[in-house]
């Protein structure tokens, strides 16, 4: 920690935050929004683009698992989420999501029966596609990195300050929020576990998606119509050595072989990586947790951070920020 850098910083009376993938930084965004006279000040040491949020794919979508259950919380998310999806695409002059919905083709006749009621008792939520599949409707194809940065460069712009090193602990200091990923392990260690998901881009080839399409795996858009995003594995050991990048393609391959015909003859462009965190209880939802008087910590999206983000950043500063 350079301390030169922070000695001049006001403690008594500012908010502290670290970590700036999409919770940190809407955590910074909505303390800045609630008290704009206060000094809030954000922290990572790592690059933009190192946490999970870098490589999350840009689902955003109320739903999960098998028999697609509607996520807790889900409209509350979605709502706030939204906001600021819009705020960042007012800010860079540039929509930085897709709507529409997501589609997701079920894996075998029991899914598809699934499905196909869903879309009876819910029509609100879910159609039954022409193509037998189900639609989600209120499913959002998020560009992840320009989100990620379009938010990082609009709480600056809202007079958040931004230093390149960690969170200093000091009791003076008078709230700290830590949204630190898969760091809050070292922390909290019987709270949570952690997963690797791994991702590729690449060119796209005849097969072309105009909504992101779930199957196995998943096959995402990107801001730039020539990439596609397929996902994900989910690792669970060896997440102390670097990413095997070589079986995570043929794994994602085999994943998306009945959503993306030509799978074997995609260009990979580029592959990304994150350790997402999971809470270990059955709930589902992130927690917040106070580890010291003036530190409260948020973790635990598990695969909904973009869901969450925001819902669960708006809480934390309305419950912990005065």
């Given amino acids: 920690m350079d301390w030169k850098v922070i000695d001049h910083l006001s403690k008594k009376d500012s908010f502290f935050v670290a970590g ?3 919770g940190g930084l809407a ?23 190192h946490s999970a949020s870098a490589a999350a794919s840009g689902l955003l979508e109320p739903i999960g698992g098998r028999l697609a259950v509607r996520s807790p919380l889900a409209s509350e998310g979605l709502m706030l989420s939204k906001y600021l ?9 540039k929509k930085v999501y897709l709507e529409g919905g997501v589609v997701h083709a079920p894996i075998d006749q029991s ?3 699934i499905f196909k009621k869903k879309a009876e008792d819910y029509p609100d939520w ?4 022409k193509d037998k599949e189900l639609l989600v409707r209120e499913g959002v194809n998020v560009f992840s990195k320009t989100y990620l940065e379009g938010l990082f460069s609009l709480v600056k712009s809202m007079g958040v300050e931004f230093y390149q090193t960690s969170v200093p602990i000091d009791p003076e200091i008078k709230m700290i929020f830590l949204c630190v990923g898969a760091s809050i392990q070292e922390m909290l260690p019987d709270a949570f576990r952690l997963t ?21 795996g998943y096959v995402a858009l990107d801001l730039d119509p020539s990439i596609y995003h397929l996902g994900s594995t989910y690792e669970r050991t060896n997440l102390h050595l670097p990413p095997d990048k070589t079986m995570a393609v043929k794994e994602l391959k085999e994943r998306n072989r009945d959503i993306y015909p030509e799978i074997d003859e995609v260009e990979v462009v580029e592959m990304r990586s994150g350790v997402r ?6 709930k589902r939802l992130p927690r917040i947790l106070q580890i010291a008087p003036n530190q409260v910590a948020l973790a635990g999206f598990g695969s909904k951070g973009l869901l969450y983000h925001a819902l669960f950043a708006k809480k934390i500063v309305d419950d912990y920020s005065t």
């Fill in 111 to 113: 899914q598809e029966s």
């Fill in 20 to 22: 700036r993938g999409f």
């Fill in 85 to 93: 999806l819009d705020k960042v695409s007012h800010f860079l002059g």
């Fill in 277 to 282: 965190v999971f809470c270990k209880d059955e």
């Fill in 27 to 49: 955590i910074a965004y909505f303390l800045k929004k609630k008290h704009p006279s206060k000094k809030v000040y954000l922290f990572d040491p790592h690059p933009l683009g």
């Fill in 196 to 216: 690797r998901g791994q991702a590729m881009r690449v060119k796209k080839l005849e097969t072309t998606f105009s909504l992101p399409k779930v199957c196995r």
């Fill in 126 to 129: 879910f159609s039954w596609t």
